[in-house]
């Protein structure tokens, strides 16, 4: 059974470009969350997406979108890139029953370097 | 807002010293509780989480956490760490029964030494 898959692993942009990140859940997972880890902190939340609508936003500016597909993928974008968008980015994908929450899988992430 | 507190930011240990990390965490209602390890170039995986029932949860390879209500913790232990125990760990908080974001703590690094 396949994890939590993430494309690419690693990217390097210049500023002012625009980004794609994907994540692929696990199989029967429909809710997908993106987290931003900058070295040395913990994963920040960005965006919770379940049954393809937008569930939760973190403190994030404009620049970053997303969205689900409707085979439960997941798109992460970001815009006007900024050196401080470098980070792993990591996505994770989860099991979710009414309105219990049964846990988070995360993939190994998109080590995006802006510069 | 929740928010979580992890105060050992670097913690180094002998091979077969216990450990045990702390995690405090702030918020109002009721919690589900994780803990998450990072192994150098790997992805986060999950140690070992708290939804209800006892306090005292294991988890995969010899850890367990005690979940204590009136202390807003959940720290995290091993009687005996080993060398393969280095990594970054992370305690983390979401708002139970519901679908919500994870909130983590700031992570502590553990170095095991020979």
């Known amino acids: 059974d396949a994890g939590v898959t993430q494309s690419p692993t690693h990217l390097i942009k210049t500023r002012g470009q625009h980004v794609t990140l994907r994540c692929s859940p696990i199989?029967?997972?429909?809710?997908v969350s993106w987290y931003q880890q900058v070295l040395g902190q913990g994963p920040q939340f960005i965006f919770q997406y379940y049954e393809k609508e937008e569930r939760g936003r973190g403190n994030f500016p404009d620049r970053f979108s997303a969205r689900q597909f409707p085979n439960y993928s997941s798109e992460l974008n970001v815009n006007a890139l900024l050196l401080g968008d470098s980070a792993l980015y990591l996505c994770?994908?989860?099991?979710?029953?009414?309105?219990?929450?049964?846990?988070?899988?995360f993939g190994s992430g998109t080590r995006l370097t802006v510069v | 807002a929740q928010s979580v507190s992890q105060h050992n930011h670097h913690v180094i240990l002998s091979e077969a010293a216990s450990l045990e990390l702390g995690c405090n965490y702030s918020y109002g209602g009721t919690v589900n509780l994780f803990w998450y390890v990072q192994y150098p170039g790997q992805h986060l995986q999950l140690l070992l989480k708290y939804f209800s029932g006892d306090p005292l949860v294991k988890g995969i390879k010899g850890f367990e956490a005690e979940f204590i209500k009136s202390k807003f913790s959940f720290n995290l232990r091993k009687p005996s760490v080993q060398w393969s125990d280095t990594a970054e760990y992370f305690c983390a908080v979401n708002e139970a029964g519901t679908a919500s974001k994870l909130t983590f703590g700031t992570g502590t690094r553990l170095q095991v030494t020979l």
């Open positions: 994770a994908s989860s099991l979710v029953v009414g309105t219990a929450n049964y846990g988070y899988t």
């Open positions: 199989s029967g997972h429909k809710s």
